[in-house]
């Protein structure tokens, strides 16, 4: 119940085009899911994060997309660029426990 | 945004000896601060929630003599790794929030973790 499950493990979109990320999830005490960014080397970045009571949020060309009835929801990149190559891990927390539940990542690869 | 800062970014160390990986909350007050290892290729995998002030909460098969967490301030929180091994080279990375309700109140921001080699 506590898991996030994420897909897919990894991904390759040319530059310019549409990157998709899903992630969903059981326990239905989450309330908060964010994504993070994470460059080689370097810690998580959180990037953006939804609330279950919006169906979708847009910052720049990154958006997510939450289905709550279905308890999922996605990570859309617009206009990939290279320098989106990362790995992207989903998240969610919910009222009652500390801790952040993290996927297992997707790693993006955006060819040039 | 919310900057932690995590200390040093990486280190090499001699087996047996012990090291000492500082997180520091730098604009805000943490409540909670979390540390996690990360294999190469993989997720985060948690090893303890710290809270100011209280002993940390250990994982499931992590061990509290090995990796040593003190939460002393709202600012600070230091592990260390004890007599380290081989087997403990890896990438830790702290994370640190003022966890509020409801929960889309406190995000988590990380430091840019450590990468530790012990030979």
């Known amino acids: 119940q506590q898991q996030v499950k994420q897909s897919p493990q990894s991904l390759i979109v040319q530059k310019g085009g549409i990157s998709i990320i899903n992630c969903a999830y059981e326990?239905?005490?989450?309330?908060?899911f964010p994504w993070y960014q994470q460059f080689p080397g370097k810690g998580p970045a959180l990037l953006i994060a939804?609330?279950?009571?919006?169906s979708e949020k847009k910052e720049g060309r990154f958006t997510i997309s939450f289905n709550k009835s279905a308890k999922q929801f996605s990570l859309h990149i617009m206009d990939s660029q290279p320098g989106d190559s990362a790995t992207y891990f989903c998240?969610?927390?919910?009222?009652?426990?500390?801790?952040?539940?993290f996927g297992p990542g997707t790693r993006l690869s955006v060819l040039p | 945004g919310a900057v932690v800062s995590q200390h040093p970014s990486w280190v090499i160390c001699k087996s047996g000896t012990s090291v000492k990986i500082e997180c520091r909350s730098l604009?805000?007050?943490?409540?909670?601060m979390f540390w996690y290892r990360q294999f190469p290729k993989q997720s985060l995998m948690l090893m303890a929630t710290s809270n100011e002030g209280s002993k940390a909460t250990y994982e499931q098969g992590v061990e509290k003599d090995k990796f040593l967490i003190n939460h002393a301030s709202l600012t600070l929180s230091t592990l260390t790794v004890t007599s380290a091994h081989p087997e403990d080279s890896s990438f830790y990375i702290c994370?640190?929030?003022?966890?509020?309700?409801?929960?889309?109140?406190?995000?988590?921001?990380f430091g840019n973790g450590t990468r530790l080699t012990v030979t």
């Open positions: 326990n239905t005490a989450f309330d908060y």
């Open positions: 994370s640190a929030a003022t966890l509020l309700y409801p929960s889309y109140n406190s995000p988590l921001h």
């Open positions: 939804i609330r279950p009571d919006v």
């Open positions: 998240a969610a927390r919910g009222d009652g426990g500390q801790n952040f539940v």
């Open positions: 604009d805000f007050q943490a409540t909670t």
